[in-house]
């Protein structure tokens, strides 16, 4: 019955498989729209890294929301599977984390003329990028699969309790990013739809690549999981 | 309460009996002043602006040397465990050792600004100030410090992991200090400066509380 389960939910489903496959086409069309966008009035061409940026960087901050309900999930329920999906949100989120910053910077150096600016909201993406290089480096570091699950839980869910915190500090400390494209307290809309809508392609594609690719991380470290088992 | 007074005492006669631990971190910090002001002076006002920075960067030091205090004797005595068996809840344990972080941070800190006033010549009219500002920011960095040091307390490699772990947390807590104190060696009066002071208290009440609900669950098994 165990082995049965473990295999159960080991087992690279199609629906994974499918939900990556439909994000990877979605990107491509994505790109495609992006690509054929009008140009924006200020920055011309340049602009059109924002269909990459925004939903990237949005995409960080769900994974930050998304560990920080597993890490919570884990530590009230002790299952191993919330601490498998915590973990993979986690490195999935990493990544989306590092390309933020990085097409942060690749936008700011042609429109602020810097690469980097010391903005609340690149301030604190970096400050949680790092804080999730620990997160990892801590699971690497600890062999025993409950004490590390416990571990990472605390670490993610103090990380993300912070990301208020640090915006707010920096935001005081000094302030010169873009208004938002959609101010998230009144829900008024501040581009064209022509440049909206290969926007929210992208992010609707990049979701489900994310979550394809924390499904399949979970799948792998469940293998893992009951492979160190046997 | 007795019980985590008792706590922070005892682990303050051992650090004070050791010698090796507290006195070695307030001449290390000594020797960094030194090197520090050598980089940025001998002008004065180069100094001077240098000073909040140095203070807090340098107490962020000591504060990663010290956090692995909190729990070292424990873990080298095997008393941890002692400590895990004692009947009721488990958060008198954090509380105690916070305590006692907080304790060592504050008396580490207190040397500090007086060896920043003198050899970066930090105006010292709002000493007050400071020391609130101190104190403030001591809680903030222990909080975070001794349950990071609690949940790594058996683990090998921590010396490295826990700074990793302990930075990017404290970044609005050393951030919020530096801004205050810079405001106060600069004249702005305090009424300017209270938004500061507000997210130091909001980052301590906030931290304290998660961290003391959480560390129970870092400790078992």
Redesign the interface.
């Given at each position: 019955m165990q082995l049965a389960r473990s295999e159960q939910t080991s087992r690279l489903d199609g629906l994974t498989m499918s939900i990556l496959g439909l994000g990877g086409l979605g990107a491509a069309v994505g790109f495609f729209m992006a690509m054929t966008a009008p140009p924006d009035v200020g920055q011309g061409f340049v602009a059109r890294i924002f269909h990459v940026h925004v939903p990237v960087a949005w995409i960080a901050y769900l994974a930050s929301f998304t560990a920080l309900g597993y890490s919570i999930a884990y530590l009230v329920r002790r299952k191993s599977r919330h601490d498998r999906v915590a973990a993979a949100t986690v490195e999935v989120g990493l990544i989306f984390m590092g390309l933020t910053l990085v097409t942060g910077m690749l936008w700011a150096r042609p429109t602020w003329g810097v690469y980097w600016e010391w903005e609340p909201r690149l301030t604190t993406s970096a400050i949680l990028f790092a804080i999730y290089v620990g997160y990892v480096v801590v699971r690497g570091a600890i062999e025993d699969p409950e004490l590390r699950a416990k571990a990472a839980a605390g670490i993610a869910i103090l990380g993300s309790i912070n990301v208020p915190i640090s915006y707010m500090s920096v935001r005081w400390w000094r302030s010169i990013h873009q208004t938002q494209s959609i101010d998230l307290s009144t829900g008024r809309i501040m581009v064209d739809t022509a440049i909206l809508i290969p926007m929210l392609v992208n992010l609707a594609a990049f979701t489900l690549l994310f979550v394809g690719l924390v499904r399949l991380r979970s799948i792998i470290a469940a293998r893992q999981a009951a492979r160190e088992e046997v | 309460m007795r019980r985590v007074l008792w706590l922070a005492w005892r682990d303050l006669v051992l650090e004070f009996r050791g010698r090796t631990g507290i006195l070695s971190v307030v001449f290390f910090l000594a020797v960094m002043l030194f090197i520090l002001a050598m980089a940025f002076g001998p002008n004065q006002q180069d100094l001077q602006s240098a000073a909040p920075g140095v203070l807090w960067v340098a107490l962020a030091f000591a504060g990663s040397l010290l956090a692995g205090r909190a729990f070292g004797l424990e873990i080298e005595d095997g008393t941890l465990d002692d400590l895990l068996l004692t009947a009721g809840s488990r958060e008198w344990i954090y509380f105690g050792k916070l305590l006692f972080q907080f304790a060592l941070l504050v008396m580490v800190g207190l040397a500090l600004l007086v060896l920043t006033a003198g050899l970066f010549y930090l105006p010292m009219q709002h000493w007050n100030w400071y020391v609130i500002t101190l104190l403030l920011g001591s809680l903030g960095y222990a909080a975070?410090s001794t349950?990071y040091a609690g949940?790594?307390a058996?683990?090998?490699?921590r010396e490295i992991?826990l700074p990793?772990?302990l930075?990017?947390?404290v970044?609005?807590v050393v951030?919020?200090a530096v801004?205050l104190t810079q405001g106060l060696a600069e004249g702005i009066p305090i009424s300017e400066l209270s938004?500061?002071l507000r997210?130091l208290l909001?980052?301590n009440i906030?931290?304290v509380t998660?961290?003391a609900i959480?560390f129970p669950?870092?400790l078992?098994?």
């Amino acid at each position: 019955m165990q082995l049965a389960r473990s295999e159960q939910t080991s087992r690279l489903d199609g629906l994974t498989m499918s939900i990556l496959g439909l994000g990877g086409l979605g990107a491509a069309v994505g790109f495609f729209m992006a690509m054929t966008a009008p140009p924006d009035v200020g920055q011309g061409f340049v602009a059109r890294i924002f269909h990459v940026h925004v939903p990237v960087a949005w995409i960080a901050y769900l994974a930050s929301f998304t560990a920080l309900g597993y890490s919570i999930a884990y530590l009230v329920r002790r299952k191993s599977r919330h601490d498998r999906v915590a973990a993979a949100t986690v490195e999935v989120g990493l990544i989306f984390m590092g390309l933020t910053l990085v097409t942060g910077m690749l936008w700011a150096r042609p429109t602020w003329g810097v690469y980097w600016e010391w903005e609340p909201r690149l301030t604190t993406s970096a400050i949680l990028f790092a804080i999730y290089v620990g997160y990892v480096v801590v699971r690497g570091a600890i062999e025993d699969p409950e004490l590390r699950a416990k571990a990472a839980a605390g670490i993610a869910i103090l990380g993300s309790i912070n990301v208020p915190i640090s915006y707010m500090s920096v935001r005081w400390w000094r302030s010169i990013h873009q208004t938002q494209s959609i101010d998230l307290s009144t829900g008024r809309i501040m581009v064209d739809t022509a440049i909206l809508i290969p926007m929210l392609v992208n992010l609707a594609a990049f979701t489900l690549l994310f979550v394809g690719l924390v499904r399949l991380r979970s799948i792998i470290a469940a293998r893992q999981a009951a492979r160190e088992e046997v | 309460m007795r019980r985590v007074l008792w706590l922070a005492w005892r682990d303050l006669v051992l650090e004070f009996r050791g010698r090796t631990g507290i006195l070695s971190v307030v001449f290390f910090l000594a020797v960094m002043l030194f090197i520090l002001a050598m980089a940025f002076g001998p002008n004065q006002q180069d100094l001077q602006s240098a000073a909040p920075g140095v203070l807090w960067v340098a107490l962020a030091f000591a504060g990663s040397l010290l956090a692995g205090r909190a729990f070292g004797l424990e873990i080298e005595d095997g008393t941890l465990d002692d400590l895990l068996l004692t009947a009721g809840s488990r958060e008198w344990i954090y509380f105690g050792k916070l305590l006692f972080q907080f304790a060592l941070l504050v008396m580490v800190g207190l040397a500090l600004l007086v060896l920043t006033a003198g050899l970066f010549y930090l105006p010292m009219q709002h000493w007050n100030w400071y020391v609130i500002t101190l104190l403030l920011g001591s809680l903030g960095y222990a909080a975070i410090s001794t349950f990071y040091a609690g949940m790594l307390a058996r683990l090998r490699g921590r010396e490295i992991l826990l700074p990793l772990l302990l930075f990017p947390l404290v970044i609005p807590v050393v951030l919020a200090a530096v801004r205050l104190t810079q405001g106060l060696a600069e004249g702005i009066p305090i009424s300017e400066l209270s938004d500061w002071l507000r997210l130091l208290l909001v980052f301590n009440i906030v931290y304290v509380t998660v961290c003391a609900i959480l560390f129970p669950a870092m400790l078992e098994g």
